[in-house]
């Protein structure tokens, strides 16, 4: 068959639902190879949107992702989503078209490496040089992508090869069984947790990625042990639960740290520190560390595990717990017990007051609005399998802090990379994917007009998703850091469109709020939408993001 026909019966092989991007004419082979495929195509305003809406569909559904773009520029708009998917470790794949192979080797129109231009924020990238290796090629992106720990990879499709004949068929996609622990170390890492006097738990991105909230919800059912989440990891254990204490990773101004740094054993659970230093939570070197996690720690100085079991999740967590029960059966009238029957009376005063600061404002109707109450109005406005998608800045730290999530992503929160732009585009890919979840983006009005085109995709998909954009006129976070470390701020304010008339434009619905009563008023009725996407403009009062820096700030 035709080779461009081939690449995408090769997708259709590892289960691509859609490919987000833009045609261009080196691209025109594999577009018209689309149209007899049961792959949806969803055309976007940039490419940047397409890779975010990539990058969310490998967060939600622990597939591929796949975003398109032509060659030269194309390609490089491509790359801050990409790169954004490789170090959140959200599986994508990004295929660009390139010139004829005769023209490579000199000067031509729009010609550029971007195979080199993507080694650096991709796990592997190859060009297509004879249409027999597509399929290997493209089982090996697939592979590559999906291994942990998860990322992008990058296909050049040259426009001379997608015209190519080959008679080699697709490779069929294989599952990959994971990887159970070593029996030793599980033993190991239940004595030294049944022999701490304050151990925690600390909850990142991998437990999201390995579906292991399960898992890990039973073990500290059953152990009593303290938790805490990264941003990243949210909802795998419920902010409900009583020993559960939200929220690590805005460095001093988490009540979680207070406890992190009581404790004398941590165990990492798919911890990645592209999230949140351990300098931060070790930084006396004091802490003795059991790290379970699909791949061995990473080097650095101040996360020496004691125990390193590079396996499945899943399973490392059922065996230790599997073993605890072993051993206190064993020893039941020991010293040794199996539930740390009450919390350290720290940390259960730190729960109380996390508790109630977030309820602190629930009441405040002072406007411009309270991120505390902004928040506190937008959890009661959704169920608790809805899901809200926060943008990058300031709101994106009051979001991690003070948003209650109760079950894995509900709350996506892009922190590894942490690029502005993202929530726009994830929030369609999100609403695709679950066609009956209320979907929020969380954006401020800096990092909304960074892709606001996609605002058409939205309209031209009838998604009714619902984006509430935090209003101050400035770059809030830079500013308030710049304010902070030297007294003022430089170049961080602007303008706004009227966003309420903006939205309408593109065709959808748009309100500028005036009140902090009208606000859980039109978000309500904005619930209720079921094909159009709604825009909330809403003006924040900032001057409490000390909060953010300095936790000890009186609220």
């Not at 295929?95 to 924020?121: R, S, Y």
């Not at 602007?494 to 959808?508: I, Q, T, V, Y």
Request: with cysteine.
């Amino acid at each position: 068959m035709k080779a461009s026909d081939l690449f995408i019966r090769c997708l259709e092989a590892e289960g691509v639902d859609y490919i987000f991007g833009i045609p261009g004419e080196e691209t025109s082979d594999l577009m018209i190879s689309l149209l007899d495929s049961r792959i949806k195509f969803i055309l976007v305003r940039h490419e940047q949107g397409a890779a975010f809406m990539a990058d969310m569909y490998g967060r939600l559904t622990q597939k591929v992702g796949v975003c398109l773009s032509t060659l030269g520029p194309g390609a490089t708009n491509l790359t801050t989503g990409v790169a954004n998917a490789n170090m959140d470790r959200s599986p994508i794949l990004a295929i660009t078209g390139q010139t004829d192979t005769d023209f490579l080797h000199k000067e031509a129109h729009q010609n550029m490496d971007a195979v080199t231009m993507f080694k650096p924020i991709t796990k592997w990238r190859w060009s297509v040089r004879n249409a027999d290796s597509i399929p290997e090629i493209v089982s090996r992106g697939f592979k590559i992508a999906l291994e942990e720990k998860a990322g992008a990879v990058h296909i050049e499709l040259p426009q001379d090869i997608a015209k190519m004949e080959s008679e080699i068929k697709p490779i069929k996609a294989q599952q990959v069984l994971r990887s159970r622990p070593n029996k030793d170390l599980i033993e190991e890492a239940a004595e030294l947790l049944l022999a701490s006097k304050t151990p925690i738990l600390l909850v990142g991105n991998g437990c999201i990625r390995g579906r292991a909230s399960l898992s890990v919800r039973k073990f500290v059912e059953k152990t009593g042990i303290c938790s805490m989440n990264t941003f990243m990891a949210k909802g795998v254990i419920s902010d409900k639960s009583e020993r559960h204490l939200h929220t690590i990773g805005i460095r001093e101004a988490d009540h979680a740290l207070i406890a992190m740094k009581e404790a004398d054993l941590v165990i990492a659970i798919g911890y990645d520190l592209v999230e949140y230093s351990p300098k931060h939570w070790n930084g006396d070197l004091d802490k003795k560390i059991i790290h379970i996690d699909f791949t061995p720690a990473e080097s650095d100085t101040y996360y020496p595990p004691t125990i390193e079991i590079a396996a499945d999740i899943e399973y490392t967590m059922g065996a230790v717990l599997e073993e605890i029960e072993r051993i206190t059966k064993q020893e039941e009238k020991s010293r040794r017990i199996i539930t740390h029957l009450e919390p350290p009376e720290l940390f259960k005063t730190i729960k109380n007051e996390i508790i109630g600061r977030l309820e602190k404002y629930k009441n405040d109707l002072s406007y411009p609005i309270k991120p505390e109450k902004l928040i506190l109005d937008v959890r009661n406005a959704l169920d608790e399998t809805d899901m809200v998608i926060s943008d990058v800045g300031a709101h994106k730290l009051w979001i991690a802090k003070i948003y209650n999530t109760y079950n894995p992503n509900t709350c996506i929160i892009p922190n590894g990379f942490c690029s502005m732009g993202f929530a726009l585009p994830a929030a369609i890919t999100a609403q695709l994917v679950n066609p009956n979840q209320k979907i929020v983006a969380m954006c401020g009005d800096g990092g909304f007009l960074m892709n606001i085109q996609e605002l058409e995709t939205a309209v031209r998909l009838c998604l009714p998703l619902i984006v509430i954009v935090w209003c101050d006129y400035d770059y809030g976070m830079i500013s308030f850091k710049q304010i902070h470390e030297f007294g003022r701020s430089a170049f961080t304010k602007f303008n706004n469109p009227n966003f309420a008339k903006l939205a309408e434009s593109f065709g959808a619905i748009g309100y500028n709020i005036k009140s902090t009563k009208e606000f859980s008023l039109v978000l309500k009725e904005a619930v209720k939408s079921k094909s159009i996407p709604v825009i909330i403009s809403v003006d924040v009062d900032y001057s409490r993001n000390r909060v953010l820096l300095d936790d000890n700030f009186v609220m």
